[in-house]
């Protein structure tokens, strides 16, 4: 079935442009009118090479060139290599960070509840990848005499597997220092591995009633002061109460639950740690499995999204191209949700990809059968902030 737009055209269509506007009016007003290349059409400009691969500013505006006719539609005109370097360097990369939270608040309010777990209680995995960069090209990102790199610490909600917060510091930031400013609802479970273990930290989550699940170092001093029967046939070995011992016990004088589990699979022993005495001790092993999810998610940013080939050297161009990218991820799990496609978002992309310019329904790439029952999807707008 032929249509009027494009399919990339469509695609921006799900972004409402007058809720893109006001967060700029309302926030990142810049001090003169943005003449030739707009913010918005800086956006569109990385989407458009975020889907397609793009590796370079002269591959993006030559590839947007060729398609130079169908660009109308897209709200943008052809783009100069120099505007648009000169976009990234100075156009404040925080409008796009502030962007990304109001995209997941709306992603997450079409996800699916986490399948995995009965429990009603919010599940998030916390967890930093580093992305290394050149330190000769990119001096302001050093944090080794002869190595650079930034770190993304992501929060990952396991209702539909989405970043719900991110934040991009230098390499050299702890783990900890990003954890430490998460405020979260009541009751909601993190799971992380054990660069996360501070007793303090761990305190305060208690104070705010969140959990935290992670795995007991094997340096850490405690007593035990209950055992609990356990479900052999489940894996679990143990099911204790402990009291922390050890030089910086006072941190954290809570009583702490620790779980033991044995792989079935690969016969290894794994101990858990958390404040959570609520559910079963197999559910607790079990969330902490599910971490995995989130070295998925770093693993696909980095193989099917342009954030590790930049399209500047400054800091702000690094932060811009890092946070479209993750609206990017966004965008087209918002798809998946929102007409329940049963593909997986590497399989929506490479639809995309070879698509993007084709006069023809979106959705019909998807599910041509399903076409007739998806009726009002196009109205529906990702980024819907009212």
């Known amino acids: 079935m032929a249509h009027s737009n494009t399919v990339l055209a469509q695609l921006l269509n799900l972004i409402d442009r007058h809720d893109f506007q006001k967060l700029e009016n309302d926030q990142f007003k810049p001090n003169r009118r943005y003449r030739v290349l707009s913010r918005w059409g800086q956006f569109t400009t990385i989407l458009f090479a975020q889907i397609t691969g793009r590796v370079s500013l002269r591959d993006i ?19 100069k290599r120099s505007t648009f370097a000169d976009a990234n360097n100075h156009r404040p990369a925080e409008f796009f960070q502030a962007f990304f939270e109001k995209s997941y ?33 990119f001096p302001w990102a050093k944090f080794r005499s002869t190595k650079g790199g930034i770190k993304l610490h992501t929060l990952l909600d396991h209702d539909g597997y989405i970043p719900a917060f991110a934040s991009i510091t230098d390499a050299k930031t702890s783990d900890l220092t990003y954890a430490r400013t998460l405020t979260l609802p009541p009751g909601s479970i993190i799971v992380a591995d054990r660069a996360y273990i501070d007793f303090s930290w761990l305190c305060s989550l208690d104070k705010r009633k969140n959990y935290l699940v992670t795995r007991l170092k094997k340096n850490i001093r405690y007593t035990v002061v209950e055992r609990r029967p356990v479900l052999k046939s489940k894996g679990i070995t143990s099911d204790q109460t402990i009291v922390l011992t050890g030089p910086k016990s ?36 079990d969330i902490y499995k599910d971490r995995w999810q989130i070295e998925l998610f770093f693993k696909w940013l980095k193989q099917n999204l342009r954030i590790k080939t930049f399209l500047g050297t400054s800091k702000n161009a690094v932060m811009t191209q890092i946070w479209i ?55 529906k707008m990702l980024f819907d902030f009212s």
Not at 74 to 79: K, Q, Y
Not at 128 to 137: G, K, P
Not at 257 to 282: E, I, Q, S
Request: charged share 20%.
């Open 325 to 379: 990218a993750l609206i990017t991820m966004l965008i087209l799990t918002y798809m998946k949700f929102l007409a329940k496609l049963g593909k997986t978002i590497t399989q929506i992309q490479r639809l995309l990809q070879l698509n993007l310019f084709e006069r023809q329904d979106l959705w019909i790439l998807f599910d041509p059968p399903l076409i007739k029952h998806k009726v009002g999807i196009q109205q």
């Open 61 to 79: 505006t030559d590839s947007l060139q060729t398609q130079a006719s169908r660009l109308y539609h897209l709200g943008i005109g052809s783009v």
């Open 105 to 137: 608040q709306r992603c997450a309010a079409f996800a699916p509840r986490k399948k995995k777990f009965k429990f009603k209680n919010k599940l998030y995995s916390l967890d930093a990848s580093t992305i290394d960069l050149c330190l000769s090209v």
């Open 250 to 285: 006072g941190d954290c004088p809570i009583p702490l639950r620790r779980v033991g589990y044995k792989d079935p699979v690969t016969g290894k022993h794994y101990f858990f740690l958390t404040n959570n005495f609520h559910l079963a001790a197999k559910t607790i092993a």
